[in-house]
């Protein structure tokens, strides 16, 4: 008499180890929303520079706000759905700093930034290089 089929046993042991490298995969995936919204913000706030040297070289200063069209007073620049653009600081003929976040972000970095200008207008510490974005 011949038996086919598989016992208790095996199957408990393929279920173990499913298991155990589910429990290896999932945590390299969790990050990864994450840092997609962080490269949406840092993508932005690079568009962002471009819209506003367009405004500068248009109005020879650099605009206080943002809006779907450009205009005197606002540049032309519409974030990320999902992306929160924060009032900009600093703002003079020769820089300005933005900064922007995203609600989905509760962990690790949840804010990034960028200035143009003097270094005096970094919005945080790790912002160090005028015209390249940063998280912290």
Known sequence: MTRKGFTLIELLIVVVIIGI??????PKFANTKGKAVLASMKTDLRNL???????????????PGVAVNQALGVAAFTPTIGNVLAPFANVTNTGYTATMTNPALTVGPTTCGIFIGPIANSPNAVVTQEGAPACW
């Open 49 to 63: 520079v471009t819209a506003q040297e367009s405004y500068y070289f248009d109005y020879a200063t650099y605009a």
């Open 21 to 26: 490298l589910a429990a290896i995969a999932i």
